[in-house]
């Protein structure tokens, strides 16, 4: 009696996580990714792990998995993360005003906050504004993008799971009732194309998601929407800033090894295999990041670059598991053996999984609870040195 | 804002399977201030889909990216255009060295990365034992810091591994980045293995001083002068060992 | 995965490469130099042997191959051998002193200093040699 198996599309960090959970509770798993580990929107992301603060007062369900994932990921995958928290700053009056309903949301939403006096903020921040008017400090911290992606993918692999870089799905495969039953595959490295089955077929796509539930004729109500990030070349923080005041443009600086990030904006785009970065943005994010910390003015950009967004649409097809992540059953519109997973953050990339993989055990009649809440993962290192 | 175009000549390298390597030129517009990936990345998007490279964050932070241009190795994602060349020019684009290719810019790096985890380099240090602070830079709370961390400088992303010139003739030399790797943790924090493994001809002997690790390293590892202190470790654990 | 293409990273015929110090930095033209000298002078040392059996058959034989050296290829030749020599032993200085820790630091100013001393070295041997 064979395994029950399940093909992931897309290595970025839904398709990584989801792989592991599978591969943990049993399943075979095959992971097809048309480039090398998150090499889309997930290697890109500034690398935040959200405390929630950011979403406390206008989407508290998302800021309560934000505080609870940061929480566990703290726990089991330490090796790839900076625990050094961060700040919520308040530069001018409009910020200030916003802080009462920061309070109240975080409180809500079981965030730990401290508020410190600006002097102290700028002791422990020398390079933030000197002008700044409130501080308060939050449980954030910072990771390494790709390399959060490929902890969980060692660790998958470590349990059977197969992973298939540089090979691009070109169709799903069908069986007489419209029902997917695989992939047909491309592998780009030697021009070769075969055929992979599985019971079900998983879209973790992300951004791209509706171009490939397209291939299924089904419709998935994703929105890709980029964003601009600058990294300049000084280690000008040690702990994420972010602007108290509602999510908008520029409002997050951090740490990355020995630079700053400084993110985001918001536009929309035609082709998702390649959105430019528009100059203007670029003198955007300095302006807006200046006035958390002026001092990147005396920084030089060293690189600059973007990453697209999967903002689920808030129409109400396919069962939704929370406001920022979906879980689409395409059985529903009559394709079964197909399902989508998509939207989310990061920071919530091992709940995702965990649900996604709920459903999907459910679908397969797979028992074995999720357990990736406890299990550390193991060395990122072991991903290229495993064999598949 | 001024659209300044330039037109680079692209000569990527390519190899698929068990054909033999060829360059393919591509001619591109593309603006002075941009990074190669872009190029790189744009000519996969809409010229040629059949070509490979690895990338990831596009900000120095992942080392995915790393490739030979113009015959040195750089990391693409913040490898200027106006730096390497101007308009009209050709830039080369081949893979790293010392790995085997795996297709077109796409090399395996698995041997450095298991001696990685053999010399059981860290990911994170505690913030009092990282790197000094910025030339401007923050006064750091040292009170305070032995509960943050930062992430190491290595990014491992190879390029002092291509770089050097002892793996073009000796297959099993450890090379910059791991030698830095262990050095970094200290010999006195590792296991009897870790010391044979690099106190011995394909180790810490075998470098011979060409310095290119350091002059490619794009995160201010430093491996040469690393991989000289750990000769000192080295010869200081001997010591111990036999004296006692 | 596909499995890895022909090209081996680790081949005796890569040895050429070690000559290869186009667009690299000052510590790779020194490695070239190095290793470019060591053989220059190995075979030197070889000829020098060589040159010295002649010894042992007797003062014609040493005679006519002291007329011999005296041509301008030969001299030319030892010049070669001088600036080899100088060089080889001032950064064979340099990396002595580097492989035990010391100056790691300043290897690029350090190169620079010894290297200029071989020129200057080479200079004065030239001025000797090719002048009287």
Same mark, same amino acid.
């Given at each position: 009696?064979?395994?029950?198996?399940?093909?992931?599309?897309?290595?970025?960090?839904?398709?990584?996580?989801?792989?592991? *959970?599978?591969?943990?509770?049993?399943?075979?798993?095959?992971?097809?990714?048309?480039?090398?580990?998150?090499?889309?929107?997930?290697?890109?992301?500034?690398?935040?792990?959200?405390?929630?603060?950011?979403?406390?007062?206008? *989407?508290? /369900?998302?800021?309560?998995?934000?505080?609870?994932?940061?929480?566990?990921?703290?726990?089991?995958?330490?090796?790839?993360?900076?625990?050094?928290?961060?700040?919520?700053?308040?530069?001018?009056?409009?910020?200030?005003?916003?802080?009462?309903?920061?309070? /109240?949301? #975080?409180?809500?939403?079981?965030?730990?906050?401290?508020?410190?006096?600006?002097?102290?903020?700028?002791? $422990? /921040?020398?390079?933030?504004?000197?002008?700044?008017?409130?501080?308060?400090?939050?449980?954030?911290?910072?990771?390494?993008?790709?390399?959060?992606?490929?902890?969980?993918?060692?660790?998958?692999?470590?349990?059977?799971?197969?992973?298939?870089?540089?090979?691009?799905?070109?169709?799903?495969?069908?069986?007489?009732?419209?029902?997917?039953?695989?992939?047909?595959?491309?592998?780009?490295?030697?021009?070769?194309?075969?055929?992979?089955?599985?019971?079900?077929?998983?879209?973790?796509?992300?951004?791209?998601?509706?171009?490939?539930?397209?291939?299924?004729?089904?419709?998935?109500?994703?929105?890709?929407?980029?964003?601009? $990030?600058?990294?300049?070349?000084?280690?000008?923080?040690?702990?994420?800033?972010?602007?108290?005041?509602?999510?908008? !443009?520029? !409002?997050?600086?951090?740490?990355?090894?020995?630079?700053?990030?400084?993110?985001?904006?918001?536009?929309?785009?035609?082709?998702? *295999?390649?959105?430019?970065?528009?100059?203007?943005?670029? *003198?955007?994010?300095?302006?807006?990041?200046?006035?958390?910390?002026?001092?990147?003015?005396?920084?030089?950009?060293?690189?600059?670059?973007?990453?697209?967004?999967?903002?689920?649409?808030?129409?109400?097809?396919?069962?939704?598991?929370?406001?920022?992540?979906?879980?689409? !059953?395409?059985?529903?519109?009559?394709?079964?053996?197909?399902?989508?997973?998509?939207?989310?953050?990061?920071? #919530?990339?091992?709940?995702?999984?965990?649900?996604?993989?709920?459903?999907?055990?459910?679908?397969?009649?797979?028992?074995?609870?999720?357990?990736?809440?406890?299990?550390?993962?193991?060395?990122?290192?072991?991903?290229?040195?495993?064999?598949? | 804002?001024?659209?300044?175009?330039?037109?680079?000549?692209?000569?990527?390298?390519?190899?698929?399977?068990?054909?033999? =390597?060829?360059?393919?030129?591509?001619?591109?517009?593309?603006?002075?201030?941009?990074?190669?990936?872009?190029?790189?990345?744009?000519?996969?998007?809409?010229?040629?889909?059949?070509?490979?490279?690895?990338?990831?964050?596009?900000?120095?932070?992942?080392?995915?990216?790393?490739?030979?241009?113009?015959?040195?190795?750089?990391?693409?994602?913040?490898?200027?255009?106006?730096?390497?060349?101007?308009?009209?020019?050709?830039?080369?684009?081949?893979?790293?060295?010392?790995?085997?290719?795996?297709?077109?810019?796409?090399?395996?790096?698995?041997?450095?990365?298991?001696?990685?985890?053999?010399?059981?380099?860290?990911?994170?240090?505690?913030?009092?034992?990282?790197?000094?602070?910025?030339?401007?830079?923050?006064?750091?709370?040292?009170?305070?810091?032995?509960?943050?961390?930062?992430?190491?400088? @290595?990014?491992? @992303?190879?390029?002092?591994?291509?770089? @050097? =010139?002892?793996?073009?003739?000796?297959?099993?030399?450890?090379? =910059?980045?791991?030698?830095?790797?262990?050095?970094?943790?200290?010999?006195?924090?590792?296991?009897?293995?870790?010391?044979?493994?690099?106190?011995?001809?394909?180790?810490?002997?075998?470098?011979?001083?060409?310095?290119? @690790?350091?002059?490619?390293?794009?995160?201010?590892?430093?491996?040469?002068?690393?991989?000289?202190?750990?000769?000192?470790?080295?010869?200081?654990?001997?010591?111990?060992?036999?004296?006692? | 995965?596909?499995?890895?293409? &022909?090209?081996?990273?680790?081949?005796?015929?890569?040895?050429?490469?070690?000559?290869?110090?186009?667009?690299?930095?000052?510590?790779?033209?020194?490695?070239?130099?190095?290793?470019?000298?060591?053989?220059?002078?190995?075979?030197?040392?070889?000829?020098?042997?060589?040159?010295?059996?002649?010894?042992?058959?007797?003062?014609?034989?040493?005679?006519?191959?002291?007329?011999?050296? &005296?041509?301008?290829?030969?001299?030319?030749?030892?010049?070669?051998?001088?600036?080899?020599?100088?060089?080889?032993?001032?950064?064979?200085?340099?990396?002595?002193?580097?492989?035990?820790?010391?100056?790691?630091?300043?290897? &690029?100013?350090?190169?620079?200093?010894?290297?200029?001393?071989?020129?200057?070295?080479?200079?004065?041997?030239?001025?000797?040699?090719?002048?009287?």
């Amino acid at each position: 009696m064979s395994k029950p198996s399940v093909i992931i599309i897309g290595a970025g960090f839904t398709g990584v996580a989801t792989a592991h *959970d599978l591969a943990q509770r049993g399943v075979q798993v095959d992971v097809v990714e048309r480039g090398p580990i998150a090499n889309g929107t997930s290697g890109r992301t500034h690398g935040l792990l959200h405390s929630g603060g950011r979403y406390a007062v206008k *989407d508290q /369900e998302s800021a309560i998995e934000c505080i609870d994932e940061n929480m566990i990921l703290r726990k089991i995958v330490p090796e790839v993360i900076e625990p050094n928290g961060g700040m919520f700053v308040a530069v001018d009056e409009s910020d200030l005003a916003y802080g009462e309903d920061f309070i /109240e949301g #975080t409180q809500a939403c079981h965030i730990p906050i401290e508020e410190i006096k600006p002097e102290e903020a700028l002791k $422990m /921040e020398p390079n933030l504004n000197p002008n700044l008017l409130a501080a308060f400090i939050v449980p954030d911290g910072t990771f390494d993008p790709l390399r959060l992606a490929l902890s969980f993918a060692a660790t998958a692999k470590s349990n059977g799971a197969r992973f298939h870089t540089y090979t691009e799905v070109k169709n799903l495969l069908f069986d007489g009732k419209g029902n997917v039953t695989g992939v047909h595959v491309w592998d780009r490295t030697n021009g070769q194309e075969r055929d992979l089955y599985a019971d079900i077929t998983i879209n973790a796509t992300g951004a791209w998601a509706g171009e490939i539930a397209a291939m299924a004729e089904v419709e998935v109500p994703v929105k890709p929407t980029p964003g601009v $990030m600058v990294a300049y070349d000084r280690r000008l923080v040690e702990r994420s800033i972010n602007r108290l005041n509602k999510p908008g !443009d520029g !409002d997050i600086v951090l740490p990355q090894r020995r630079m700053v990030v400084v993110g985001t904006t918001s536009y929309s785009v035609d082709n998702l *295999d390649y959105v430019p970065v528009i100059e203007e943005q670029i *003198d955007q994010m300095l302006e807006q990041g200046a006035q958390m910390i002026p001092s990147i003015r005396q920084a030089k950009p060293r690189g600059v670059y973007t990453a697209t967004r999967p903002l689920v649409g808030s129409g109400t097809s396919g069962r939704s598991i929370a406001r920022t992540f979906k879980f689409f !059953d395409h059985e529903e519109s009559g394709v079964g053996g197909f399902v989508t997973i998509t939207g989310g953050k990061a920071t #919530t990339l091992r709940l995702m999984a965990e649900q996604t993989a709920d459903h999907v055990c459910e679908k397969l009649g797979v028992s074995t609870p999720c357990m990736t809440k406890e299990t550390p993962l193991l060395s990122y290192r072991l991903f290229y040195s495993l064999p598949n | 804002m001024a659209e300044n175009k330039w037109t680079v000549n692209f000569e990527i390298y390519r190899q698929k399977g068990q054909g033999a =390597p060829k360059f393919e030129t591509f001619a591109m517009e593309v603006r002075p201030d941009e990074y190669v990936i872009d190029a790189v990345e744009r000519i996969w998007a809409f010229h040629d889909r059949t070509l490979t490279y690895r990338h990831a964050c596009h900000h120095s932070t992942c080392g995915a990216c790393g490739m030979r241009v113009n015959g040195v190795e750089k990391l693409t994602c913040i490898t200027a255009i106006q730096s390497i060349t101007r308009n009209g020019g050709t830039v080369r684009v081949e893979p790293l060295r010392n790995f085997p290719v795996v297709s077109d810019l796409v090399v395996d790096m698995g041997k450095m990365y298991t001696r990685l985890e053999q010399v059981g380099f860290r990911t994170t240090v505690p913030l009092n034992e990282a790197p000094p602070p910025d030339s401007q830079g923050i006064q750091r709370d040292r009170g305070a810091s032995t509960e943050l961390e930062r992430l190491v400088d @290595c990014i491992e @992303c190879g390029m002092c591994i291509s770089a @050097c =010139p002892v793996p073009l003739t000796t297959p099993d030399y450890l090379g =910059p980045a791991v030698l830095a790797g262990a050095q970094h943790r200290g010999l006195n924090q590792s296991s009897a293995q870790v010391l044979a493994l690099v106190d011995s001809s394909d180790g810490v002997w075998r470098c011979h001083s060409a310095y290119e @690790c350091t002059a490619v390293c794009p995160s201010s590892v430093e491996p040469a002068w690393r991989i000289m202190d750990l000769r000192k470790q080295v010869v200081k654990e001997r010591f111990k060992r036999i004296y006692g | 995965m596909a499995t890895p293409a &022909k090209t081996e990273p680790n081949s005796p015929r890569n040895f050429l490469k070690w000559f290869d110090a186009r667009w690299r930095d000052s510590g790779m033209w020194a490695f070239a130099l190095n290793r470019l000298t060591a053989i220059g002078l190995t075979f030197y040392l070889f000829l020098h042997l060589g040159v010295l059996s002649t010894l042992a058959r007797g003062p014609e034989a040493y005679g006519s191959f002291l007329q011999l050296i &005296k041509s301008p290829v030969f001299v030319f030749g030892e010049f070669l051998v001088v600036i080899a020599g100088l060089y080889h032993g001032l950064n064979g200085i340099r990396i002595v002193l580097t492989s035990f820790g010391i100056a790691v630091p300043y290897q &690029k100013q350090l190169f620079y200093v010894l290297f200029l001393l071989a020129v200057i070295g080479s200079v004065i041997f030239g001025i000797r040699m090719f002048t009287v």
